[in-house]
């Protein structure tokens, strides 16, 4: 009996080729991992931005230019992600090529800060730090792009299209820098190049060929960056926590927020991983495109539901100019759309729709609105956060006494 291939213990340049889609015990790799640990900056920039402006009540900056933050973080987060997934051979030149994409992100978190005060002054989009941050991400992924239409000719047609379909996409990012447009154009010229990268994937895989990306490998990472804009979550709840300490002490209102939080955050992890991504997306691969796209909406609202903890706390603080319903339902309105993007990808997902799914949906919607209600009746922020995070646990009590069999049987008849 042969025995398999020993991997290689040292990361000398080696050709980089399309790795076995069926391939056992794929996990993500600790260089992935460190990766990711430079987008927990970038979402903390733009959650702390956005809470400033919210706290100000300057909605429409607010949210334009923590879209436009998200947008930029996660998509070069996810051509990344699927990149490595399909072609990882952690050589040297992948091993550099990681560090530079790091060097990005930290470039265009960086900019973050110009990026907001300018949208909040209305008068030019002051984004070309961002921008700058973004391009040096993605010439790292052509780089790899061109290596790849090197060294593995099954794969070379795909990899140039999306070399090429990119390379293009930074040339309109770096042309709108020095374009200096007004608000209005500029919102337009970013609107089309947005739309332009998102297409890219789908040009490249579905017009030319389709790349040997790892369905449980594919869905794992998903699941780490859940894990940390969850941690937006966390810290939100101990800047809450700590303005109540700071102007009450130890009282009741700091436990209750100390457990709202963080209730909050681990019902929502708990929600999120019901989906059975990888075991679906391994048979149905070509659902991976709406799949992965609907992560952008999943992780934004999860990093905004961060911030809007952030703006708990500086209401507690008494130096917030909104009142406490306005900020709670900076917290509620994120979890909302949360709640409604995962509902939406587990069905489109799975193609099927359960009945039983609308119920635990309108109860965990019901419970938001309470939460609303009862801080504008009265009851103190951390009262707020309490019932917000109750909102989570209807859908996780119903999974756990009805809904996994119902999810069992719609698995079966998915997969067969």
């Given amino acids: 009996m042969t025995m ?30 460190l990766f ?8 903390s920039q733009a ?46 030149f992948f091993r550099v090529a990681t560090m ?24 030019h989009v002051d984004n070309g730090i961002v921008v700058a941050g973004y391009v040096i991400m993605r010439l790292s992924s052509i780089a790899l792009w061109l290596r790849i239409a090197r060294d593995d000719p099954a794969h070379r047609r795909t990899a140039l299209a999306y070399a090429g379909l990119t390379a293009v ?19 337009v010229i970013t609107t089309a190049l947005q739309a332009f990268e998102l297409l890219i994937p789908i040009i490249a895989e579905r017009r030319v060929g389709p790349t040997p990306w790892h369905a449980h490998h594919i869905a794992e990472r998903y699941g780490l960056l859940v ?3 969850l941690g937006e979550v966390v810290l939100g709840t101990i800047l809450a926590i700590s303005a109540v300490v700071e102007e009450q002490s130890w009282t009741l209102e700091a436990g209750l927020v100390a457990f ?36 952008l909406v999943i992780f934004g609202s999860l990093a905004a539901a961060g911030a809007g903890l952030h703006v708990a706390a500086y209401v507690i603080e008494g130096k917030a100019h909104i009142g406490e319903t306005a900020a709670l339902l900076t917290v509620v309105v994120p979890v909302a759309i949360f709640t409604v993007a995962l509902f939406t990808l587990y069905s489109l997902l799975l193609r099927s729709f359960d009945p039983f799914h609308v119920g635990l ?49 719609a698995l079966d008849r998915a997969l067969g």
């Fill in 227 to 229: 894990i940390i804009t």
């Fill in 260 to 295: 709202g939080g963080t209730a909050l955050a681990f019902g929502l992890w708990w929600v999120y991983f019901m989906m059975p991504s990888g075991k679906v997306l391994h048979r149905y691969r070509e659902r991976g495109f709406v799949w992965g796209y609907g992560h």
């Fill in 36 to 43: 990711d640990l430079t987008f927990v900056v970038a979402f």
């Fill in 4 to 33: 398999p291939a020993r991997p290689p213990l040292d990361h000398r340049l080696r050709r980089m080729t399309g790795r076995d889609t069926d391939e056992s015990h794929r996990t993500a790799t600790p260089l992935e991992l």
């Fill in 169 to 187: 996409a930074q040339v309109g990012w770096v042309i709108q820098i020095f374009t200096d447009a007004p608000l209005g154009l500029a919102l």
């Fill in 47 to 92: 959650g702390a931005q956005m809470a400033h402006l919210l706290e100000l009540g300057h909605w429409t900056p607010a949210i334009g230019a923590f879209a436009f933050s998200v947008f930029a973080i996660c998509l070069a987060w996810i051509n990344y992600s699927w990149l490595a997934s399909a072609f990882d051979n952690d050589d040297v």
């Fill in 100 to 123: 530079v994409q790091m060097l990005g992100v930290i470039v265009l978190a960086l900019g973050l800060p110009p990026l907001f005060h300018s949208l909040d002054a209305g008068t």
């Fill in 361 to 409: 949906f309108i109860g965990s919607m019901v419970t938001l609105g309470l939460a609303v209600v009862a801080v504008a009746a009265g009851a103190t922020m951390g009262t707020g956060i309490v019932i917000a995070a109750c909102s989570p646990f209807v859908v996780v009590v119903g999974y756990e006494t009805v809904g996994h069999r119902h999810q069992a049987a």
